[in-house]
């Protein structure tokens, strides 16, 4: 009935081998250390540098919004900015919305 499977031996029993689990907790550790400097610091640097900047806007700024509308800052309020972005034609957004600070006169030469 067997002719073409070996029967199985049992093996004598042998437990986990020793220093695995501190091998598991230091990887465990190891990868959320790493994680942290891929993912969580680079992240939080951007964060503070945006509200840095955020903080620092002023009256007659050019700026480019995160949807794309270049415009002058004519007014700012604690949450709210009004940008002027073309000629009488005035837009409020809030100013954690601003993408980047321009230099002055982009917007003249850009036309």
Do not use: C, W
């Not at 610091?41 to 700024?61: I, T, W």
């Amino acid at each position: 009935m067997s002719l073409f499977i070996a029967s199985a031996q049992a093996q004598a029993e042998g437990g986990p081998p020793p220093g695995g689990e501190m091998f598991q907790i230091f990887f465990l550790v190891g990868l959320f250390v790493l994680f942290y400097f891929i993912a969580i610091r680079p992240q939080r640097k951007r964060q503070k540098e945006h509200q840095q900047m955020v903080s620092a806007l002023n009256k007659g700024d050019e700026v480019v919004t995160s949807s794309g509308i270049l415009g002058k800052v004519t007014a700012l309020d604690d949450n709210y900015m009004v940008l002027n972005v073309a000629n009488n034609v005035d837009m409020k957004f809030q100013r954690v919305h601003v993408h980047a600070v321009l230099p002055k006169g982009t917007l003249k030469s850009i036309g």
